[in-house]
């Protein structure tokens, strides 16, 4: 039971831009468990299984509870409910600097964060036509945004809505949860399942193998993806709609930061992300 409850606050970090679900599992104690079971599913299976099923229902719970609210601000409140989103991925960055540094740190890995910043910055902003908005997916899509959404989950930091943002698919997302879109969601949920396996393992050896290095990596197309959570209607102005689009984006940063801080103090997190 209290995995599950867990699993529904993870769920949370699936649709709400800035607390990404893979730092919410790093806050409970349960990142490196699900890593390694989810990347080694097959092996004493029925034991995975009983694992994961609780907290895998807990956030498809959270996902689909979370989304409805999230959709609802988006569309009434778009301006200060991205500014809030923008607070929260800023308060991740500290956060995330730190977990590069944490297994040892040298100059070079500055270089890659920095071409890595500038790859992620070619992708998603320098080239905004490469990744249209999609309103009406096709099957392959639904379950590339699947894929994507597990990339989301296990990949440490990478923030779900700035990913999604970036590759034309997050209102698209959230509409489907929001509504309970079945044509794009059974789709999405079999790509969210196969990537989810296959990136669990691949991330598992590569932090195994390469730790700073992918993190490093990691760090700075993350880095480059920021700005694209603001869309062209986020522009502030001199009025009461803006003034409170800047509180709510310090007010995002305060929290996001105090649960960085959680995951820092957290006792049951062992071994590497």
């Given at each position: 039971m209290k995995n599950f409850l867990k699993g529904i606050v993870v769920g949370l970090g699936g649709v709400a831009p800035g607390l990404s679900g893979s730092v919410l599992l790093i806050i409970f104690g349960l990142y490196q468990n699900v890593l390694d079971a989810l990347g080694t599913l097959f092996v004493d299976l029925k034991k995975k299984i009983m694992f994961l099923l609780?907290?895998?229902?807990?956030?498809?719970?959270?996902?689909?509870?979370?989304?409805?609210?999230?959709?609802?601000?988006?569309?009434?409140?778009?301006?200060?409910?991205?500014?809030?989103?923008?607070?929260?991925?800023?308060?991740?960055?500290?956060?995330?600097?730190?977990?590069?540094?944490?297994?040892?740190?040298?100059?070079?890995?500055?270089?890659?964060?920095?071409?890595?910043?500038?790859?992620?910055?070619?992708?998603f902003t320098l080239n905004p036509n490469a990744f249209p908005q999609i309103d009406d997916p096709t099957l392959l899509q639904s379950i590339f945004l699947g894929i994507a959404v597990a990339a989301t989950a296990i990949i440490p930091g990478v923030d779900p809505a700035v990913l999604l943002s970036s590759l034309g698919l997050y209102e698209m997302y959230v509409r489907s949860l929001a509504n309970l879109d079945l044509q794009v969601l059974v789709p999405m949920a079999a790509g969210l399942g196969a990537g989810a396996v296959a990136i669990s393992f691949g991330m598992s050896v590569l932090f195994k193998r390469f730790y700073t290095m992918t993190f490093s990596v990691i760090f700075g197309i993350f880095l480059s993806m920021i700005p694209n959570m603001l869309n062209e209607k986020c522009t502030l102005g001199w009025d009461g709609q803006s003034v409170i689009s800047i509180l709510v984006m310090a007010f995002g940063f305060l929290i996001s930061y105090y649960l960085g801080g959680l995951e820092n103090n957290g006792e049951q997190e062992k071994g590497n992300l």
């Open positions: 609780p907290i895998v229902c807990g956030m498809g719970i959270g996902v689909l509870l979370f989304s409805k609210i999230l959709n609802f601000f988006l569309n009434r409140y778009e301006l200060p409910t991205r500014f809030c989103f923008l607070g929260l991925i800023l308060g991740t960055v500290p956060l995330f600097y730190k977990e590069v540094k944490k297994n040892g740190f040298s100059g070079i890995y500055y270089v890659v964060i920095i071409l890595a910043a500038a790859l992620g910055t070619w992708m």
